[in-house]
């Protein structure tokens, strides 16, 4: 079935940077999602994006489909943008299955 | 607009006890719905999913049940709990090509 990995695996900055999270997957989709979990684990879909480019505010996220990999653009990180990031993908019908996340903490 | 309840929030069980765990949706009809549980670390494995009353695909051979009754409740069972069922479990619905997640229960066996 479909792989996907992310990357890196734990990032911690100082606020204010920047950082750019990655997401590689082994087979085409037709759907691609990005979620950040808070540190009290609600699970929060910041964007539905198969293909091109979204932003949204500080975030912005680009997937380029025919190279089976996503990233999600974090601008002038906030302590509140700490927690961990996933993407997630269609593996065959109505399944859809996770990355392991990239957990990211933001120091004040 | 569409909301998914999950209860209860925590639990904590001895091993060989039963298990039943409830999401409801409201607002919507005929979701897909998912159960996903969440170890210690950070993936999240996909246990079961349902595209309609009655109908469970399963992901993982284990000890755990997933039920259907009606169209927007997912119900996650157990007869008899073992150590590794702790974590934390997360039920989700897609609208569209968006999952949406409720709050979460987390799950201690002791």
């Known amino acids: 079935g479909i792989q996907v990995e992310q990357s890196p695996p734990d990032l911690i900055l100082q606020e204010g940077a920047n950082s750019t999270l990655r997401c590689n997957f082994s087979?085409?989709?037709?759907?691609l999602q990005w979620f950040h979990q808070n540190p009290w684990g609600q699970l929060i879909n910041l964007f539905y994006?198969?293909?091109g480019t979204k932003q949204n505010g500080r975030l912005s996220a680009t997937t380029v489909a025919t190279e089976r990999y996503s990233l999600l653009y974090i601008s002038s990180s906030q302590t509140t943008d700490s927690g961990v990031y996933f993407c997630?993908?269609?593996?065959?019908?109505?399944?859809?299955?996770f990355g392991k996340g990239t957990r990211l903490h933001i120091l004040p | 607009s569409q909301t998914i309840h999950q209860w209860p929030a925590t639990l904590v069980q001895p091993v060989g006890s039963p298990l039943s765990l409830e999401c409801t949706v409201e607002?919507?009809?005929?979701?897909?719905l998912y159960w996903y549980r969440q170890a210690a670390g950070r993936g999240l494995q996909l246990l079961f999913y349902?595209?309609?009353?009655?109908?469970i695909s399963s992901e993982v051979p284990q000890n755990l049940s997933a039920s259907r009754p009606q169209d927007r409740q997912f119900i996650l069972s157990s007869k008899k709990l073992l150590l590794s069922d702790s974590g934390f479990y997360l039920c989700?619905?897609?609208?569209?090509?968006?999952?949406?997640f409720g709050p979460g229960t987390r799950l201690l066996v002791l």
């Open positions: 989700a619905w897609l609208q569209g090509k968006t999952q949406y």
């Open positions: 087979d085409s989709v037709n759907n």
């Open positions: 994006i198969p293909s």
């Open positions: 997630a993908v269609p593996a065959g019908g109505d399944k859809i299955i």
């Open positions: 607002g919507t009809s005929n979701p897909n």
């Open positions: 349902s595209v309609g009353i009655g109908q």
